[in-house]
């Protein structure tokens, strides 16, 4: 991120949710930002995952700048390149678990047998291969986040954004799937993105960018463990 910048216009009203925001996150990092509510965590995560446009500034990912793409682009580049945890899950309750974590690569045109192989090697990664046939509904929290983890993985994005994945979860719950996304981080390489407020989670990641009131306040790099 170079110097990014967004700003909510409205009748009367001026809301600077970034000021500036400029860091990187390289490939293969743990990372959580951190911040308390209102501090432009959740604006900064759509910016990145091209759910919405900066005022000004550059967002680049995977070398790919982000600001220079139609929304048809964004669109292809996020099924692609990206993957998304999100605090509510997300789950479609009609369907199955493994229906869940097919539908990325069927949207994405990969053919019925191989999104249904890779989807169960998730299923067995995170946990939940016994879950399968179950339907999405019947499953508890951490269970469910667990879907939502293989789900986001599906594709083999470079990049995977989460937003407060454990808010909804229980201390115990939270810590289990904080660990997993740590060892599939570590496991396949991939860059995790992590927004939280909640300080248990800053001690998995690699690094850790603390913002406020829409600026980033601090960075910290921990060695690799």
């Known amino acids: 991120m170079e110097d990014v ?3 909510y216009r409205g009748e009367g009203f001026e809301v600077e949710a970034l000021r500036g925001v400029s860091f990187q ?3 293969g990092e743990f990372c959580a930002v951190m911040g308390p509510s209102g501090s432009g965590k959740s604006t900064l995560l759509n910016l990145i995952g091209a759910l919405d446009t900066p005022t000004r500034g550059r967002i680049i990912v995977d070398g790919v700048d982000l600001t220079q ?8 580049f996020r099924n692609r390149r990206m993957g998304f945890v999100f605090q509510f899950f997300n789950l479609l309750n009609e369907l199955t678990v493994l229906e869940n974590v097919m539908l990325p690569a069927l949207i994405r045109g990969v053919g019925f ?8 090697n998730l299923l067995r990664a995170v946990g939940l291969e016994g879950k399968a046939g179950h339907l999405a509904a019947r499953l508890s929290g951490g269970e469910m986040q667990r879907v939502s983890i293989a789900r986001a993985l599906i594709n083999r994005p470079a ?17 289990e799937i904080i660990k997993l996304m740590g060892e599939l981080n570590k496991r396949n390489r ?36």
């Open 190 to 225: 991939q860059t995790f993105i992590l927004v939280t407020h909640d300080p248990t989670i800053a001690q998995a990641a690699t690094k850790v960018i603390k913002i406020l009131d829409g600026r980033v306040v601090g960075v910290e790099v921990k060695k690799h463990g």
């Open 159 to 175: 990049l995977v954004l989460a937003d407060e994945p454990t808010g909804n979860l229980d201390s115990q719950t939270s810590a």
């Open 113 to 120: 047998e191989e999104a249904r192989a890779e989807a169960l």
């Open 25 to 27: 996150v390289y490939e």
């Open 69 to 76: 793409l139609s929304e048809g682009e964004k669109d292809e």
């Open 5 to 7: 910048w967004k700003v």
